[in-house]
C-alpha cells in the first residue's frame, strides 16, 4: 500500500503528467496530461509494479511465475534460512554464513532495489530502513538476524499482497457480472457480438440461464430474472413486456429478448463500478488522520534511532555494537506500515460487501458518518409506503351490498385518469367483478365525477361533494370521521337523494417497513422521524403503523428541508432517506443522503450519497450494521497499530527487542490489520 502511493506520486512528477490517482483497491491508476505511456511503466518497475495500459496484458495472461513471484522468493529464502540454521546447530558457522547471505540476497533483492530508487529521492521509506537493517546487521556480524530479517519481511510483502487481493475480489466480482458477448438481433438476422459493438434499439436474445447483457427493455417473452446482483433482491423478480432489466442479471426461465437501451459503458452495472471505483479513491477522516500522524511520527522514530545508535556510545562510553544493534531494532519498527494499511483495507472490504449486497456507498467519508448516525429521517410517500393508493375498505350505507356499490363506483371511475380512481377500478379487478356500463360520463372539477347507470344518476368523490348537495346523514359523517381518523381518504357513493356506500383508499405501507424501522433500532439508531405532505391524521396513522418515533406533516419540499435542518441543530447528525428525485433538497442538507429503488434511475445515483438499489428497506439497517461494524475495526486497527509499536518502541531500551522480532512485530501488525479490516466482507444483509 505505501509503495502504491508513494508510486503515485512519482508518476505525478513525471513530464507532462497533470494528474495521477491511484485506485489502490482496483489497482488502476488514472493519469492525465501529455506524458509518455512508458515512463509510467518504468517508473512501475521501480517499486516493483506491473504497470500497463489499460486493455493491455491482462492478469489472466501473465506467467506463473508473475502471479507466484512474492511467493516463490519468501519460499527459496526460507529454505536458505532454515539450512543456515542447521549449520549453526551442527556447529559449522563458517557455512553458515553461505546459506545466510543466500536468504538476504534473495528475499532481500527486491526490497534493496526499491530503496535504492528511493534514497535518490531522498525518501526514507520502509525499504530504506529494511535495506539499513539488514545491511547493519551483516555489518557488526548478526548474518542470521540479517537472514531472518529479510525472509520475514518477503513474507510480509507476500501476506499483504494476498490479503489486499481478497478484498479486491469484490469489485472484481462487479466486474465479471456482466456478459462480455450477446446473441443480437439486428436487421433481421442472428449474431453472437462482444458487447462493445452493440448499438442502442438492438434486440438481444437471452435464453433461460443466461445473463443480460446489457441494460434494456423486454419487448417479448416473460420470465423470471435474478437481480440480486444489481439490487440485492433475494427472491427473483417477474418481468414481462415492458419491464426493465439490467445487465448482469440471471434470466432463470423463459427465453426473453430485451431491446437495448443503454450502452455497454452507461449500463447500471458500470456505473455501479465506476462509482464503487472512485468511491475507494476518496480518503476518509480516519485515513487523513492517520496521513498526518504518520508524516510526524517517522521523522521522530528514525530521529530517536539515530540518537540511540550515537549518544550511548560517544557520551556514555558503552560498546557500539549493542546499541547499533537496537537502533537498526528501531529502524525496523519504526515504519508505520500496519498504520498506513489499517483504514483503506476495512474501507475497501465494506464498500465492496456493501455493492455486492445492492447498497452504493460513495464514499469512505459517507460511510463513516454512517456509523455515528442517531437519527434517521423517512420520507413516507414511495419509502415507507409505496407510493400506490389502494382500496382498503367498502362500506355500504344504503339499499346495495359492497359489492354493488363496488361496481358502480369502478363503472364511474373507470373513464378517471385520477390516481384514487385508478386504485377503485384495480380493486374491482382483483375482484374479478365486472365495472357498470355508464353514460355520460362528467368530472366534477376537484370534487369527484358522475355517470348514468341504468338510467339513474351516480355521483362519487369527497364527502365535501355531498356536503355541497345536502345529502349525507351522521351515519355516513361518523364512518367518514372514523376513516379520516386511520389516515385513509374516504370517498363517497350515491345519488341525488342518498348515500350509497364509501369506499376508503389509502396509500399502501410496505410490507418491511415495520420490520425495518424496528432493525434500525436494533443496529443502534436512537430516533426515526418520517417527513409527508399529508395531513396530521394520516401521519400519524402511518407513523404508528411502521412504528417510527415523530413525524413532520404537512410538508411541502422546501418545508423538508428545513425539518432536516431543525433536527441537525437539534441532533447534529441526520440521515435522510428518499426515492433521490422529489426528495434531492432533503438528501443534499442531510448529513447522509439515502437514495431507494436507485438501479435504472439515474438522478437518484448522483444525487445520493449512499444508493439503495432496490426498493428494499431492510437495506437501510444492513447499511448502519455495516458502518458501524467498518467503524469498530478501523478504530480497533488504528490502536492496535499505534499500541504495538509503542510496546516494541519501549522494548528496544533494555535490549528485549530482536531484529527479527522486530520485523515479526511490524509484519504481524500489518497482517493482523488487513485480516481485521477482510473480516467486513462476511457483514450479511440478514
Known amino acids: 500500500m505505501d509503495c502504491a502511493v508513494k508510486f503515485e506520486k512519482d508518476v505525478t512528477a513525471l513530464p507532462g503528467v497533470t494528474r495521477a490517482e491511484l485506485n489502490f483497491a482496483a489497482a488502476k491508476i488514472t493519469v492525465e496530461g501529455s506524458f509518455d505511456p512508458d515512463a509510467v511503466t518504468i517508473e512501475g518497475r521501480k517499486h516493483d509494479i506491473a504497470a500497463r495500459p489499460e486493455g493491455g496484458e491482462t492478469e489472466e495472461k501473465a506467467t506463473f511465475w508473475q502471479r507466484r513471484r512474492q511467493v516463490i522468493i519468501s519460499g527459496l529464502a526460507g529454505l536458505a534460512l532454515l539450512a543456515g540454521w542447521v549449520f549453526n546447530l551442527t556447529g559449522t558457522s563458517a557455512a ?27 525518501n526514507f521509506d520502509m525499504n530504506v530502513l529494511m535495506t539499513v537493517a539488514v545491511t547493519g546487521a551483516v555489518f ?53 457480438m462482444p458487447v462493445d459493438e452493440i448499438r442502442i434499439g438492438d434486440v438481444l436474445i437471452v435464453k433461460p440461464g443466461e445473463k443480460v447483457a446489457m441494460d ?24 414481462n413486456a415492458g419491464d426493465e432489466v439490467f445487465a448482469g442479471t440471471l434470466n432463470q426461465e423463459g427465453c426473453i429478448e430485451v431491446e437495448v437501451t443503454k450502452l455497454v459503458n452507461d449500463t447500471t452495472i458500470a456505473k455501479i463500478i465506476h462509482m464503487v471505483e472512485e468511491a475507494q479513491t476518496q480518503k476518509a477522516p480516519s485515513q487523513r488522520f492517520i496521513d498526518r500522524f504518520a508524516a510526524v511520527y517517522t521523522p521522530i522514530v ?31 519498527v519504526s515504519c508505520p506500515c500496519a498504520l498506513v494499511v489499517s483504514t483503506p483495507v476495512a474501507l475497501v472490504s465494506a464498500i465492496g460487501n456493501a455493492a455486492r449486497s445492492g447498497v452504493l456507498i460513495k464514499g469512505g467519508v459517507h460511510l463513516e458518518e454512517a456509523g455515528s448516525l442517531s437519527v434517521i429521517a423517512f420520507d413516507k410517500t414511495g419509502t415507507l409506503t409505496l407510493g400506490r393508493p389502494a382500496v382498503t375498505d367498502v362500506i355500504p350505507l344504503g339499499e346495495r351490498d ?45 370534487k369527484g365525477a358522475k355517470a348514468i347507470i341504468d338510467g ?50 389509502a396509500d399502501q405501507v410496505r410490507d418491511n417497513a415495520g420490520s425495518a424501522v424496528r432493525s434500525l433500532k436494533q443496529a443502534g439508531i436512537k430516533k426515526t422521524v418520517m417527513l409527508t405532505g399529508d395531513n396530521h391524521a394520516t401521519a400519524r396513522s402511518i407513523a404508528a403503523r411502521v412504528g417510527v418515533d415523530d413525524y413532520y406533516a404537512e410538508l411541502l419540499p422546501a418545508n423538508k428541508v428545513d425539518a432536516v435542518r431543525e433536527m441537525l441543530n437539534k441532533y447534529g447528525r441526520v440521515a435522510m432517506i428518499g426515492d433521490g428525485i422529489n426528495d434531492a433538497p432533503a438528501l443534499a442538507a442531510a448529513t447522509v443522503g439515502i437514495a431507494m429503488g436507485a438501479a435504472g434511475a439515474d438522478t437518484a445515483l448522483e444525487t445520493a450519497d449512499i444508493a439503495l438499489m432496490a426498493d428494499d428497506l431492510s437495506k437501510v439497517a444492513f447499511t448502519m450494521r455495516l458502518s458501524r461494524a467498518a467503524l469498530g ?5 488504528i490502536t492496535f497499530a499505534i499500541a504495538i509499536k509503542l510496546v516494541a518502541i519501549l522494548a528496544i531500551f533494555p535490549g528485549w527487542l530482536t531484529l527479527w522480532l522486530a520485523i515479526l512485530a511490524d509484519m504481524g501488525a500489518s497482517v493482523l490489520v488487513t485480516l481485521n479490516g477482510i473480516r467486513l466482507l462476511k457483514v450479511k444483509p440478514n
Not at 178 to 191: E, F
Request: overall charge positive; glycine content about 10%; proline content about 5%.
Open 302 to 332: 528514525i530521529s530517536l534511532a539515530v540518537g540511540i545508535v550515537i549518544v550511548p556510545p560517544l557520551f556514555l562510553g558503552l560498546p557500539w555494537s549493542p546499541w547499533i544493534y537496537r537502533g537498526l531494532a528501531l529502524l525496523v
Open 140 to 192: 557488526i556480524g548478526e548474518w542470521s538476524e540479517g537472514a531472518a530479517v529479510a525472509f520475514l519481511y518477503s513474507v510480509s510483502n507476500a501476506l499483504e499482497a494476498y490479503t489486499m487481493e481478497k478484498a479486491r475480489r469484490s469489485i472484481r466480482g462487479l466486474m465479471d457480472l456482466a456478459p462480455r458477448a450477446a446473441l443480437v438481433r439486428r436487421n433481421g438476422s442472428r449474431r453472437l
Open 633 to 637: 475495526v478501523i478504530k480497533q486497527n
Open 402 to 446: 359492497a359489492e354493488q356499490v363496488l361496481i358502480i363506483a369502478a363503472g364511474i371511475e373507470q373513464y378517471s385518469e385520477h390516481p384514487l380512481a385508478k386504485a377503485i377500478v384495480n380493486k374491482a379487478k382483483n375482484e374479478k367483478l365486472v365495472p357498470a356500463r355508464v353514460n355520460g360520463f362528467a368530472s366534477i372539477t376537484g
Open 456 to 505: 339513474r344518476e351516480y355521483f362519487i368523490g369527497s364527502p365535501r361533494l355531498f356536503a355541497e348537495m345536502g345529502i349525507g346523514g351522521e351515519n355516513a359523517e361518523r364512518v367518514i370521521q372514523d376513516l379520516q381518523a386511520q389516515g385513509k381518504t374516504a370517498m363517497v357513493i350515491g345519488t341525488e337523494k342518498a348515500v350509497l356506500g364509501i369506499i376508503a383508499v
Open 216 to 239: 434494456g427493455r423486454v419487448v417479448r417473452g416473460s420470465s423470471s430474472v435474478d437481480q440480486a446482483p444489481i439490487t440485492g433482491e433475494s427472491i427473483p423478480v417477474e418481468k
Open 96 to 122: 553458515a554464513i553461505v546459506p545466510f547471505l543466500a536468504a538476504i540476497v534473495i528475499g532481500g533483492f527486491s526490497t534493496a532495489r526499491k530503496a535504492f530508487f528511493s534514497v535518490q529521492k531522498l
